[in-house]
C-alpha cells in the first residue's frame, strides 16, 4: 500500500486529490496539512511514502520546506503539484530534493502516474522540462539572467517582480528589511538591472509573474 500526504491551503483541493487518490488500487491518503508547519510536525510523527506538496502555502516557502524535509525524511517522495509554470521553480524545486514537478492545471490521471513513477524511484517530469534539464548539461549552454539568483534572492525577485515594499517582503520571508535591501542589490547586480521598474519589464517578458 502507498501511503500518501497531501499538503496544500485550500481544503477543497486536498479533498479533490483523496477521492482521486483513493479510487486507485494500491492507495491510500493517511495524512494532509494546510501549512508548512503543519507539513514538518505531522511528518515527524507519521510514515508515508509521498507528499504531494504545493510551493505556495502559509509559513515557509516551498523551497526551504523541501530542504528541511530532506534532512527530517531522506527517503520521503515529494511530488510538488503547484499553480506555478515549470519556468518558475520546477528545476529549482528538483534541485532541492523534489521527485517530481506538476502543474495543477495537468490532468488529474497525471497525478497518479506521477505517484507510481516516483514510487519507482524515478524521476516525473514533462517533456518540456527534461528538455531544459539536458539543454543545461550542454557546455555552451548560458542559461537565463534569473537562473543565476540563488533561492532566497529567486523568492525576493519574485515578490518585487509583484510590487512588495521592501517592509512586506521581510515580514513573508521572515528576515529583516535591511537584509532584503541587500538580497535586491545583489539580484541588480547579477541580473545587470539598476532598478524595479526595469526588474518588473523582466518578469512580464520572460512570463515569471502570475
Do not use: W
Not at 483523496?18 to 501549512?35: F, T
Not at 518558475?88 to 490532468?107: E, F, M, P, Q
Request: net charge neutral; charged share 30%.
Amino acid at each position: 500500500m502507498v501511503k500518501i500526504f497531501i499538503a496544500d491551503d485550500h481544503a477543497l483541493i486536498r479533498e479533490g486529490f483523496k477521492k482521486l487518490i483513493e479510487r486507485e488500487i494500491g492507495m491510500k491518503v493517511i495524512g494532509e496539512a494546510e501549512d508548512s508547519f503543519q507539513v514538518l510536525e505531522q511528518l515527524r510523527g507519521c510514515t508515508c511514502d509521498v507528499l504531494v506538496l504545493d510551493l505556495s502555502m502559509p509559513g515557509k516557502n516551498g523551497l526551504d520546506l523541501l530542504k528541511d524535509l530532506r534532512e527530517l525524511k531522506p527517503d520521503l517522495k515529494v511530488l510538488i503539484l503547484t499553480m506555478h509554470p515549470e519556468d518558475r521553480y520546477a528545476i529549482r524545486c528538483l534541485k532541492a530534493g523534489a521527485a517530481g514537478y506538476l502543474t495543477k492545471g495537468s490532468a488529474p490521471k497525471e497525478l497518479i502516474t506521477a505517484i507510481r513513477r516516483v514510487m519507482e524511484g524515478r524521476k516525473y517530469i514533462s517533456e518540456t522540462l527534461a528538455e531544459r534539464l539536458a539543454q543545461e548539461l550542454d557546455i555552451n549552454y548560458t542559461g537565463m539572467v534569473h537562473e543565476k539568483l540563488s533561492d532566497r534572492e529567486y523568492e525576493v525577485f519574485s515578490r518585487l517582480a509583484e510590487g512588495r515594499s521592501t517592509s512586506e517582503i521581510a515580514k513573508q520571508l521572515n528576515i529583516t528589511a535591511s537584509t532584503v535591501n541587500t538580497y535586491r542589490m545583489r539580484i541588480f547586480e547579477k541580473m545587470g538591472l539598476s532598478s524595479v521598474a526595469e526588474l518588473v519589464q523582466y518578469a512580464i517578458r520572460n512570463n515569471l509573474m502570475d
